[in-house]
């Protein structure tokens, strides 16, 4: 799940290197009309050679600094988690965030891993750029991301954990049905979606 908040380097935010690189400026702002209509269609695609170096530039607002990791290491630290399960979010033909499951059906030599005796699947890396938060786009790609660890069956639940600071998410997610535990692992809050009857339903 994910890890607590970080002072990650800064030359890792796609913030900090646009302030100082003109080709990552041109980078990031390749999309001119940054303003996207509320309505966009969201869907989940999977990072490519020729999109990897824009989404790892995505970046968080000031206050969520540290409550997520940079994009960029979360893509490479996928690559050494067979368990990881990655997606660039797209709002219509604009990338705008990013998702990361912990998804063990990806591991065929390793019986799914348990939390407090259930099979899951969880919520790894979540974030929305700055600049696309506040247009609903969070919540559709949530909705995705629910309906992609229900189509796991192995998985009789879904968590998540958060970081108990600042404008933390946890009304967020639980206007998407996941409850608070109660449960404080390594310093975040574990919120859980229990998916068996949303499979029934």
Do not use: C
């Not at 938060?133 to 998985?155: C, D, M, P, R, W």
Request: net charge negative; glycine share 6%.
């Amino acid at each position: 799940m994910t890890s607590n908040a970080i002072a990650w380097p800064k030359s890792l935010s796609g913030r900090f290197l646009e302030s100082r690189n003109e080709f990552v400026r041109q980078v990031r702002n390749q999309h001119p009309d940054m303003t996207l209509d509320r309505t966009a269609r969201v869907s989940l695609r999977e990072i490519t050679r020729d999109t990897v170096r824009e989404i790892a530039l995505l970046d968080v607002g000031d206050a969520q600094i540290g409550l997520v990791a940079p994009n960029a290491f979360s893509i490479a630290q996928a690559h050494f988690h067979p368990e990881a399960w990655f997606r660039a979010i797209y709002a219509g033909e604009v990338p705008v965030g990013f998702a990361m499951l912990e998804d063990w059906s990806q591991v065929k030599d390793r019986a799914p891993q348990l939390y407090d005796g259930e099979p899951y699947v969880a919520l790894w890396r979540f974030m929305i750029d700055e600049r696309f938060q506040g247009h609903g786009f969070g919540s559709q790609a949530l909705n995705l991301l629910i309906e992609v660890a229900k189509s796991k069956t192995y998985a009789s639940t879904m968590l998540l954990s958060f970081v108990p600071s600042g404008p933390n998410a946890e009304p967020f997610y639980a206007r998407h049905g996941f409850v608070n535990t109660g449960v404080v692992d390594d310093g975040e809050v574990v919120m859980k979606l229990d998916l068996r009857p949303l499979r029934a339903g």
